[in-house]
């Protein structure tokens, strides 16, 4: 029974290719109690696998956290195979705005401690105990009112490149850094303020929503579906957008366009632009922004001292590699002293 990967990316991407067939990029969540977290990864595993599903998915005791790519041929296949689980029928499934044949290269699911990386005590709080959940019309009344606190509950390098109009937007690495300087900066209104949040699907402000009652916070909100289904209601139901630039995705395609708006900037030459990029170093491998002009004077890197390592012939590059860990420059993203325009 094949319960790993046997291709390489590039095989994939090869076979992709030659298929020639369309993919639908999607994502759901669900907090449940899964008794045997190892057994159900190896079940999806091998039922997508023979569907030809690919992705990122996290499997913890407490639910489970999927990024897909599904042929869309199969899609009712896949569907149905959802369905067919107690706790995943009729689950929201966020198909993306934008589709990418090329989104994810290989089917990953991963047992984990959590399913969002959040550092809580969860058995101090009931998950379930969540906030109220609002459609894409609501979220854009309670961003007018007054009363609201719209807070964006994803990283900086997320929300740099595109937020909600008027959003609070914390300077932070990960989700587990937002939370306590959410609460701490909006201590004194706990009782007299709309707490609206929201992040990309939906699965940050699920734990984040529960979590904030729990700290005494009395009108908790968060948009369902996150910004995806946001942007899908608005099209669908001709609403005012009030989100500017592009939603950042976990996937390949690395971004949605929502609004015309360019918000960012190259951290190389300030230029306008939101179009992150991996650094072409492998030893580097940093996430930034880098417009066309600098990608090509830099040959697609973020540093001169970058580009003298992917000058180097492969087997040189790793051979300077060898036995040295991943570098730090890739937890930190965006963030690095050779990025003179990073804000």
């Known amino acids: 029974m094949q319960l790993y990967n046997k291709l390489s990316a590039k095989e994939r991407e090869a076979l992709i290719e030659e298929a020639g067939e369309d993919r639908l990029t999607l994502s759901f969540y669900a907090y449940a109690k899964i008794g045997n977290p190892k057994l159900f990864r190896d079940h999806l595993f091998v039922a997508w696998n023979s569907m030809d599903v690919l992705g990122r998915i996290y499997v913890a005791h407490e639910g489970i956290n999927a990024q897909l790519s599904v042929p869309a041929k199969k899609f009712n296949e896949f569907k149905e195979f959802i369905d067919g689980i107690y706790f995943l029928e009729g689950c929201r499934l966020n198909i993306a705005i934008e589709h990418d044949s090329k989104s994810f290269?290989?089917?990953?699911?991963?047992?984990?401690?959590k399913i969002v990386a959040d550092g809580l005590n969860d058995a101090s709080f009931d998950v379930t105990n969540k906030g109220i959940h609002v459609d894409a019309a609501t979220f854009n009344q309670l961003l007018d009112d007054p009363k609201t606190v719209c807070v964006d509950m994803r990283n900086h390098y997320e929300s740099e490149i595109g937020h909600f109009r008027g959003a609070v937007t914390p300077d932070v690495d990960t989700f587990r850094d937002s939370l306590p300087i959410i609460e701490k900066d909006l201590e004194e209104h706990k009782e007299d303020k709309n707490l609206l949040m929201y992040c990309t699907g939906g699965i940050r402000c699920e734990k984040a929503s529960a979590y904030y009652k729990h700290r005494?916070?009395?009108?908790?909100?968060?948009?369902?579906?996150?910004?995806?289904?946001?942007?899908?209601?608005?099209?669908?139901?001709?609403?005012?957008?009030?989100?500017?630039?592009?939603?950042?995705?976990?996937?390949?395609?690395?971004?949605?366009?929502?609004?015309?708006?360019?918000?960012?900037?190259?951290?190389?030459?300030?230029?306008?632009?939101?179009?992150?990029?991996?650094?072409?170093?492998?030893?580097?491998?940093?996430?930034?922004?880098?417009?066309?002009?600098?990608?090509?004077?830099?040959?697609?890197?973020?540093?001169?001292?970058?580009?003298?390592?992917?000058?180097?012939?492969?087997?040189?590059?790793?051979?300077?590699?060898?036995?040295?860990?991943?570098?730090?420059?890739?937890?930190?993203?965006?963030?690095?002293?050779?990025?003179?325009?990073?804000?």
């Open 105 to 113: 290269l290989k089917l990953k699911v991963k047992v984990r401690d």
């Open 216 to 343: 005494g916070f009395q009108n908790v909100y968060q948009l369902e579906g996150g910004i995806i289904e946001y942007a899908r209601q608005v099209k669908n139901q001709q609403l005012e957008n009030k989100f500017i630039g592009k939603n950042f995705v976990f996937d390949h395609r690395r971004s949605e366009r929502i609004s015309e708006d360019v918000i960012a900037h190259c951290h190389q030459c300030g230029k306008p632009c939101d179009t992150h990029v991996n650094c072409a170093n492998e030893a580097c491998h940093l996430l930034f922004i880098q417009c066309e002009e600098c990608a090509m004077e830099m040959n697609n890197c973020c540093s001169e001292d970058c580009m003298k390592v992917n000058s180097l012939p492969y087997e040189e590059q790793k051979e300077l590699r060898r036995g040295k860990g991943n570098s730090n420059k890739i937890f930190k993203k965006g963030r690095s002293e050779v990025l003179k325009y990073k804000s």
